[in-house]
């Protein structure tokens, strides 16, 4: 049990150092080159997207040769896991709560405050 949570808390932290990441590139404050890049990327994206990431389908639409920067950033994926969660990425949480409460839902729905929140 100890094995599986640590590398819950390992994966965790690596889901909580990219949304971080996320949060700092919409800020537009650069500390580089490659922040200045990604950050004007993920702008341009959720421009397109009317305050979402888009679509491939979308993209190919734009003029703005998203797909080509889009690729080089590692694909939609990758920009959306700076932004988003996904079950993917929830999955090392959901499952560090059900070892913690040795997977016994019934002491989850009686919490009287949102632990899950910020995530």
């Not at 998203?66 to 694909?75: D, F, I, P, T």
């Amino acid at each position: 049990m100890r094995d599986v949570l640590d590398a819950c808390y390992r994966e965790i932290d690596e889901v909580e150092k990219k949304r971080s990441y996320g949060e700092h590139l919409l800020l537009m404050k650069f500390n580089n080159a490659e922040e200045e890049r990604l950050g004007t990327l993920l702008a341009d994206l959720l421009e397109a997207g009317g305050g979402k990431i888009p679509s491939y389908a979308t993209i190919i639409s734009k003029k703005q040769n998203l797909v080509k920067r889009v690729a080089e950033a590692g694909g939609l994926d990758c920009i959306r896991g700076l932004i988003y969660t996904n079950p993917r990425t929830m999955f090392p949480f959901y499952l560090a709560v059900l070892c913690q409460t040795a997977g016994n839902p019934t002491p989850i729905a009686k919490l009287k405050i949102d632990c899950l929140e910020p995530h």
